[in-house]
């Protein structure tokens, strides 16, 4: 079955860096369309970043130009880059994965296979 696992969340302080993975397994990867989530505290999970299997990306406009999603089909692993970590960034941060179809795009309802996250904490 499809297992997703993420890593590399922590705390660091507003303007850090920190780069998450998500190490995917149980299913064809390359096929996948895969993206980040997060979920603060006492708010909805909102999406981050999308990354089909044709490599093209899409992103939520409070990250663009400081986030990039990648992906290493070879490696089965996805990537989150985070430059400038503002406090609000802080966040428990999801990995899912769905089959590409007419679309990829970090939409909450599109995905169904889900990771446990991983915890990022930005301090001011």
């Known amino acids: 079955q499809v297992q997703l696992v993420e890593s590399g969340g922590g705390s660091v302080q507003a303007g850090g860096s920190l780069r998450l993975s998500c190490a995917a397994s149980?299913?064809?990867?390359?096929?996948?369309?895969m993206g980040w989530f997060r979920q603060a505290p006492g708010k909805e999970r909102e999406g981050v970043a999308a990354?089909?299997?044709?490599?093209?990306?899409s992103y939520a406009a409070s990250v663009k130009g400081r986030f990039t999603i990648s992906r290493d089909n070879a490696k089965n692993t996805l990537y989150l880059q985070m430059n400038s970590l503002k406090p609000e960034d802080t966040a428990m941060y999801y990995c899912?994965?769905?089959?590409?179809?007419?679309?990829?795009?970090?939409?909450?309802?599109?995905?169904?296979?889900w990771g446990q996250g991983t915890q990022v904490t930005v301090s001011s």
């Open positions: 149980g299913y064809t990867y390359s096929s996948y369309c």
């Open positions: 899912a994965a769905e089959l590409s179809g007419s679309g990829c795009y970090p939409i909450v309802a599109d995905f169904g296979y």
């Open positions: 990354i089909d299997s044709d490599g093209s990306r």
